[in-house]
Each structure stands twice: as structure tokens, then as C-alpha cells.
């Protein structure tokens, strides 16, 4: 039986294109698969048995039996391709599970948001899963993809079927103001190829040496905390080059969280800063962090009157969300926003002893409506 072309390739890229004979290699000679155990002579196709031989070496041969030391070096190389092709079919199958276990904790986060009196959820693409690994392959984060993913869940103007492309070109917009902003912090341009054009972790490392001439020695250390904080959180095993694609791009979140704060009242801005170090009061995260998160909060709260876990869900003194933490669990007989949708108030609604307290009253107003909120039933948590 002739040899394959398949198993002809890999033997030629077994013995890296040389001739084992003569040590010639291509393309100044032109290689043949060569039976080191002669067909004739009972040999198989079994890439243990063949060499790659140059067309004059290989015309040069005879059906006789071969030299024991070339069957044994055949043999020894064969067992290290053997080998190596199964290290390398090791790494693609732990690639695979990794693609796969991002697939599974995408879904399960679409899944959560649904619509309509019913419940429904969203329809995914057919190709939904190409798109994602994209996504993750360019080094969006799992967590900004769930960010673009709410905002295209909370927005009105997006109609069911195109929630899945708003979230995705959202999410391919972040990895644009990464490549920007890292370019901009090094004032140059982004290279157009070449010798000298760096690769992307060359680019990050360049930024963040930037960020250590810039601006305070603390700086490096508290994205290096958040970044690992958000890798360990999602269960990735990740390079120290992971680790500085993320800090990057935890830097560019920063940068965008300041200037929004800074757009903003100066009394709101500081509320806001106080609403997140009373959210993380537990933790002690690093000041990076703190501003993160307060620009954040801010604009989902504005956007999306979006609450964050375990905080109070009223209002606070000028404009930002209420800085204390949840101390109660309240269901509103004149809840706002299940009245609009039909149904009666699901409860939930965390409150802190303050604003509980106005609620008792008969003092505390919905931020929809603007009408004086009632309470049904209520109890104290945790948290």
C-alpha cells in the first residue's frame, strides 16, 4: 500500500524536512518516504518503519535488510514524535475544555435575563459560540462582556433579537479604547508592522511602565490586585502575561470611572466614592478599586437605576445611590416597577436602617414616581 500524503507530511515534519541519510533538506533536495524495513522485506507503513530519505540517497537503496543502529534511531525518533503529539493533543484538549467552560458560564449568564409577564428568555445566534470565543480570543475579560451583555439586557431601545450583536459590537468597542488608550499613554501611534512592531503583551508592558513613571509607586501594585482579584474570582488559570493584559485593561476602566466622577457634581462624585468604600468596607481594596467602582456605579445608577448587591437601593443626600449597606428586605404594596408591569411587588427591595425607617413613617418616595411608598411586609438581613 502506497504511503498516504497525510502520513507522508508527518513524517517529513517528524524528521524536519532532512534527509536522514545524507543530512540534506528541503527545498534544495527533493525528500520521498522511505521504508526503513523494506516492503518487500515484510515491512509496514507504520510511521515506526519509515524515514525521510532525499531522492538520490532513496534511489540508491536496496531491498536488504537495513543497519540495526537506522532501525533504532527510526525507532527512537518515532517515539519521540509519538510522544510530543501527545503532549500536543494533551494542550488542545485542555484548550477545548477551557473554551467550552467559558461557553457554559456565558450561557448560564444570558439565561438569567429573560422577558415579558412570562419570563422568557432570549434566543442566542446560531453561531453565538464563534462570536464569544472571538471575543475572549481578542482579551475582553469575562466580566466586561457580562457588563455589555446587562446593558444590552436593560435597554429599551434594543429589541429581543438583537441583544446578542449590541452586547457583542459593545464588547469589541472596549478592546478598541484598550488599543487606543495603551497607545495614547505611550504617545506614539499603533505600529503598522514590521521588524520593530511589538506584540500585544510587548504594548501592555510598555503601558504600564508608562503608569510607574507617571504616576505614584503604588500605582502597578493596586491594578496588579485588582487584576488578580478578578482572575481568581472567575477560576482562570492565567500567565503573568494575563495578568497585565487585565491590568491594562482595568487602567482604561479606571481612567474612564475618574473623568466620569469628574463630570459630575463634586458632592455626588465624593457620595459616590462613599457609597463604594462602604460597599468593600470588608475587603479593604486597594484606592483604584474604590474609583473603579464609584464611576462605574454611578453611570448604571443613572442609566439603569441599577443597585449594587448589598447595598441600600434608595437614594442618597446629592444624586448618587444611598453609601450605606442593606439592612432590610422590603415588599411595596404600590411598588412602581410592578405596577407597570402587571403584577404585584416580587419584594426584594434592600433598604438601611435609615431609609427603613423613613418607610415606617410614611415619608419614603419611589425614585420612579415620585408617589410615597408603602410597605406589606418586610424583614432584617444580613449584609
Same mark, same amino acid.
Given at each position: 500500500?502506497?504511503?498516504?500524503k497525510?502520513l507522508?507530511?508527518e513524517i517529513f515534519?517528524r524528521?524536519?524536512?532532512?534527509?536522514q541519510?545524507?543530512?540534506?533538506?528541503?527545498?534544495?533536495?527533493? =525528500?520521498e518516504?522511505?521504508?526503513v524495513i523494506?516492503v518487500?522485506?515484510?515491512g509496514?507503513?507504520?510511521p515506526s518503519n519509515?524515514?525521510?530519505?532525499?531522492e538520490s540517497?532513496?534511489?540508491?537503496?536496496?531491498?536488504?535488510?537495513p543497519d540495526?543502529?537506522v532501525?533504532?534511531?527510526?525507532?527512537?525518533?518515532a517515539l519521540?514524535?509519538?510522544?510530543?503529539?501527545s503532549?500536543?493533543?494533551?494542550? !488542545?484538549?485542555?484548550?477545548?475544555q477551557t473554551v467550552?467552560?467559558?461557553?457554559?458560564r456565558?450561557?448560564?449568564?444570558?439565561?438569567l435575563?429573560?422577558?415579558g409577564?412570562?419570563?422568557?428568555?432570549?434566543?442566542?445566534p446560531?453561531a453565538w459560540?464563534? *462570536?464569544v470565543?472571538?471575543?475572549f480570543?481578542?482579551?475582553?475579560p469575562?466580566e466586561i462582556?457580562?457588563?455589555?451583555?446587562?446593558?444590552?439586557?436593560? *435597554?429599551?431601545?434594543?429589541?429581543?433579537e438583537?441583544?446578542?450583536?449590541? !452586547?457583542a459590537? +459593545?464588547?469589541?468597542?472596549?478592546v478598541e479604547?484598550?488599543?487606543?488608550?495603551?497607545y495614547g499613554?505611550l504617545?506614539?501611534?499603533?505600529?503598522?508592522g514590521?521588524?520593530?512592531?511589538?506584540?500585544?503583551?510587548c504594548d501592555?508592558?510598555w +503601558?504600564?511602565t508608562?503608569?510607574?513613571?507617571?504616576?505614584?509607586d503604588n500605582t502597578?501594585e493596586?491594578y496588579?490586585?485588582?487584576a488578580?482579584?478578578? =482572575?481568581d474570582?472567575?477560576?482562570?488559570?492565567? &500567565?503573568?502575561d494575563?495578568v497585565?493584559?487585565? !491590568?491594562?485593561?482595568f487602567?482604561?476602566q479606571t481612567?474612564?470611572?475618574?473623568?466620569?466622577?469628574? &463630570?459630575l457634581? &463634586?458632592e455626588e462624585a465624593?457620595?459616590?466614592?462613599?457609597?463604594?468604600?462602604?460597599?468593600?468596607?470588608?475587603?479593604?481594596?486597594?484606592?483604584?478599586k474604590?474609583v473603579?467602582?464609584?464611576?462605574?456605579w454611578?453611570?448604571?445608577?443613572?442609566e439603569?437605576?441599577?443597585?449594587?448587591p448589598?447595598?441600600?437601593s &434608595?437614594?442618597?443626600?446629592h444624586g448618587?445611590?444611598?453609601?450605606r449597606?442593606?439592612?432590610?428586605?422590603?415588599?411595596?404594596?404600590?411598588c412602581?416597577?410592578?405596577?407597570?408591569?402587571?403584577?404585584?411587588c416580587?419584594?426584594?427591595?434592600?433598604?438601611c436602617?435609615e431609609? !427603613?425607617?423613613?418607610?415606617l413613617a410614611?415619608?419614603?418616595?419611589s425614585?420612579?414616581?415620585?408617589e410615597l411608598?408603602v410597605?406589606?411586609?418586610?424583614s432584617?438581613?444580613?449584609?
Open positions: 500500500m502506497a504511503v498516504s497525510r507522508r507530511a515534519r524528521d524536519n524536512h532532512t534527509c541519510s545524507c543530512g540534506a533538506t528541503a527545498p534544495d533536495v527533493k =525528500l518516504p522511505d521504508h523494506p518487500t522485506l515484510g509496514s507503513d507504520d519509515l524515514q525521510t530519505l532525499c540517497c532513496n534511489a540508491g537503496k536496496s531491498a536488504t535488510p540495526a543502529a532501525v533504532a534511531q527510526v525507532s527512537e525518533q519521540r514524535w509519538v510522544a510530543a503529539q503532549q500536543a493533543a494533551k494542550t !488542545m484538549l485542555a484548550d477545548l467550552k467552560a467559558r461557553r457554559k456565558f450561557r448560564e449568564e444570558w439565561n435575563w429573560t422577558c409577564d412570562e419570563h422568557r428568555q432570549f434566543d442566542l446560531p459560540e464563534d *462570536s470565543d472571538r471575543l480570543a481578542a482579551g475582553v469575562e462582556l457580562y457588563e455589555c451583555m446587562a446593558a444590552a439586557m436593560r *435597554s429599551d431601545m434594543v429589541k429581543a438583537n441583544k446578542f450583536r449590541y !452586547m459590537g +459593545a464588547a469589541w468597542k472596549r479604547a484598550l488599543q487606543e488608550h495603551t499613554l504617545g506614539t501611534s499603533a505600529p503598522q514590521g521588524q520593530d512592531a511589538p506584540d500585544q503583551s501592555v508592558r +503601558a504600564l508608562y503608569l510607574l513613571k507617571a504616576e505614584p502597578y493596586h496588579r490586585v485588582i488578580t482579584e478578578y =482572575l474570582v472567575m477560576h482562570q488559570e492565567y &500567565s503573568e494575563h497585565l493584559v487585565h !491590568m491594562a485593561l487602567l482604561v481612567r474612564e470611572a475618574e473623568a466620569y466622577l469628574a &463630570s457634581d &463634586s465624593a457620595e459616590w466614592t462613599r457609597v463604594a468604600r462602604a460597599a468593600y468596607s470588608r475587603t479593604c481594596p486597594p484606592e483604584k474604590i473603579l467602582a464609584a464611576g462605574g454611578a453611570k448604571a445608577w443613572k439603569h437605576r441599577v443597585v449594587q448589598g447595598m441600600c &434608595s437614594a442618597g443626600d448618587a445611590s444611598c453609601p449597606r442593606r439592612s432590610f428586605e422590603v415588599t411595596y404594596e404600590n412602581p416597577g410592578c405596577t407597570e408591569k402587571g403584577h404585584a416580587a419584594g426584594g427591595h434592600p433598604l436602617e431609609h !427603613m425607617e423613613l418607610l410614611g415619608d419614603l418616595r425614585l420612579r414616581n415620585g411608598l410597605a406589606s411586609d418586610f432584617p438581613m444580613e449584609g
